[in-house]
């Protein structure tokens, strides 16, 4: 069987920060069966991830000006 590509490692780094899952295949099927099965959570935690940051800007912004 053929290694999970670069890409796919690269986008499992990122969700494995976010969700609290970690990927303990190596194959390319594994990582995208991982993926595709946990895509909806990470998408979800990105989405809270950038709101809060956006709400974090605007307090910054008006508790300093």
């Known amino acids: 069987m053929r ?3 670069g890409k ?5 780094a990122q969700m494995e ?3 609290n899952k970690k990927f303990t295949g190596s194959t ?5 069966e991982f993926i595709s099965k946990h895509m ?3 998408q979800e935690q990105k989405e809270l991830v950038a ?3 956006i709400l974090y800007d ?7 000006f």
């Open 51 to 53: 709101e809060s940051d």
């Open 3 to 5: 290694k999970a590509t």
């Open 8 to 12: 796919q490692l690269q986008l499992i």
């Open 40 to 42: 909806d959570e990470y």
């Open 28 to 32: 390319i099927k594994e990582a995208s």
């Open 17 to 19: 920060s976010l969700i």
């Open 58 to 64: 605007d307090i910054y912004y008006y508790e300093h």
